[in-house]
């Protein structure tokens, strides 16, 4: 089709670059990662959005300050962030905005997506890293917005690709150590990592102070002294809850299996507390997702 082949001298050029190569290369190129995003959503701040509360997904975030400045709070951990920083929140971390100017003067750029088989492992350097964007994540940026709200269908590459040329551009530029935490701020990151791990189980203040052998008090002051927003109890609470959103929006699972999966002894303790958290009961919840 005209307009759409490749041309005589574009061929010429790929022949010239190629000639005399073919001794110099030893086996071949292999990729360094195994991560495909997928259930790409981009979207921008709105004037009524509530930013400064404690908030846990079950999504990848990429969130980019348009405008204004912040300090996040990501698992007790404060990050400074002003116009043009970037932040990649992983999966059920627990984050807080703390606004350093007016509201109105505040607005970000969110790029939220899932791995097709849940591995994160591949860019874990970028977790909890002030990431600062250059000219070509601009570019990307701007392909992954166009992109995404065009008035007509979008074909899945035109946002995955540009998505992952900002993961890998920025881990190519990261360095591989963590920012040095004191021992108290090393015990809090475990503490949460461990509640993330298993806390559909039988977990309480009780359980977590006998796993890292401290008093109940000390894992409470954990989270006091990491100003987290949250106690010990709430973030449980908080991924049982997010954790059972998603399978009754995902799967066809009753409420008691539901209930069961997400670490509660009986369906109507479950229903209590996600209605408490919700604002309507687990059933509910279904039937306005299917609407």
Not at 31 to 48: E, T, Y
Not at 180 to 207: M, P, Q, W
Not at 229 to 253: D, K, S, V, W
Request: charged share 25%.
């Amino acid at each position: 089709m005209a307009g759409y082949e490749i041309s005589k001298s574009a061929l010429k050029r790929i022949g010239q670059l190629a000639a005399d190569r073919s001794g110099t290369i030893s086996g071949g190129v292999r990729a360094d990662f195994d991560f495909m995003p997928q259930d790409i959503l981009v979207w921008k701040s709105g004037r009524n959005l509530n930013v400064t509360g404690t908030s846990i997904h079950q999504r990848m975030i990429l969130k980019i300050i348009l405008s204004g400045r912040c300090t996040m709070l990501v698992d007790g951990l404060r990050i400074p962030m002003e116009t043009g920083d970037m932040l990649c929140l992983f999966p059920y971390q627990f984050h807080t905005t703390r606004l350093e100017c007016p509201r109105r003067e505040y607005s970000f750029l969110a790029v939220t997506f899932t791995e097709k088989n849940r591995n994160y492992s591949s860019f874990l350097a970028l977790k909890n890293h002030l990431l600062k964007p250059d000219e070509q994540d601009a570019a990307n940026l701007e392909k992954l917005v166009v992109n995404y709200h065009r008035t007509h269908a979008v074909r899945t590459e035109h946002c995955i690709f540009p998505l992952l040329e900002i993961l890998l551009n920025q881990r190519r530029k990261m360095q591989s150590v963590l920012p040095v935490r004191d021992e108290n701020a090393d015990l809090f990151d475990r503490i949460c990592d461990y509640v993330r791990g298993h806390f559909t189980e039988n977990i309480s203040l009780k359980t977590l102070a006998a796993e890292f052998q401290v008093t109940p008090e000390t894992i409470r002051r954990q989270f006091l002294y990491a100003d987290a927003g949250i106690t010990p109890g709430r973030l449980i609470q908080q991924l049982r809850i997010q954790l059972a959103a998603e399978l009754l929006q995902h799967t066809p699972e009753g409420i008691g299996f539901i209930a069961r999966q997400c670490g509660y002894s009986d369906p109507f303790t479950f229903s209590r507390a996600f209605k408490n958290a919700m604002g309507h009961s687990p059933r509910m919840h279904r039937q306005l997702l299917q609407k």
